[in-house]
């Protein structure tokens, strides 16, 4: 199994406001994988994850580098026939979760029904690790081609939940650094603008330690949520580094993954305040 040690001075906190990460590798299309292999890979996980769903995939994406940043936009093709789904493994607990699809390998951990101690990268990498060990296992088995990664993703997702007594525009002031408005904006001549809802978006290049050229792309989006299970207003904040590493042996993709972690613990922590490090009981590192 795949170890790592958390780094030194990179912050940590007790009670994150995390409510799911997920390890992804896409790769180059399984093309000769079809639905009668759906039973024989489950079978590969149903021990640990026996549960099992159905879902649409998802849209193949690559970071480019260049004057602007790519954005995600729907894509359309001629197909002779319909895409293969998105395959769950399911814990019986709910919380980890492994998604396949011909070019893509997720691992997750999440709460359910805001509900689950976030276990810590720590934890969660090696088992990525285990199950990309069964999935090449089982492609070179069934001799379905070989898995040939062209795109690594790691995603934080967190739930911050919003004071009763606040508007969405008063919890972003709260919970992010310089996020401050004037309080008479919009007031006098004839007419009056009440705020009702704001959210922010920021992507950064992304290096791997001791290279020159871009590795991937830090994204930060926060926006206003509401939790469906608990009828309770939150900020989304989400935290996502995708890139392509130049080298895609087990450890060359844990130094990505590590460098990406790392990447998002540092962005998280710069943007929000120290009244929310309290909250969250932030216990080391500096920013």
Known sequence: ?????????????????????????????????????????????????????????????????????????????????????????????????????????????????????????????????????????FVSKQKIGAIEINQCELSYFNNIDKNEDESFVDAFCRVFRHWKFNTDFGSGGGYNLERENCNFAISSTFYMKGSDEPSGRLHIEAVPATKTDADKDVIRLNLVVRGRPTDTTQAGLKKFYLAAREAIVKGFDSITTDECHEMWKRKAGGR
């Not at 998105?86 to 805001?114: A, T």
Request: hydrophobic share 35%; glycine share 4%; aromatic share 14%.
């Open 1 to 137: 199994m795949v170890t790592t040690r958390r780094p030194k001075g990179l912050a940590d906190y007790e009670q994150p406001p995390i409510d799911e990460v997920a390890i992804a590798a896409q790769f180059k299309e399984l093309s000769e994988f079809t639905p009668i292999h759906h039973g024989y890979l489950f079978d590969r996980f149903k021990k640990r994850f026996p549960k099992f769903e159905v879902h649409p995939p998802i849209q193949t994406r690559v970071e480019t580098f260049g004057r602007s940043v790519q954005k995600d936009v729907p894509s359309f093709q001629l197909v002779h026939s319909p895409p293969s789904p998105r395959l769950w493994f399911i814990s019986d607990d709910g919380h980890r979760l492994v998604q396949f699809q011909p070019n893509r390998l997720i691992s997750n951990w999440r709460k359910v029904s805001g509900v689950g101690d976030y276990p810590h990268f720590e934890s969660i990498l090696p088992e990525f690790f285990d199950h990309m060990k069964v999935l090449k296992s």
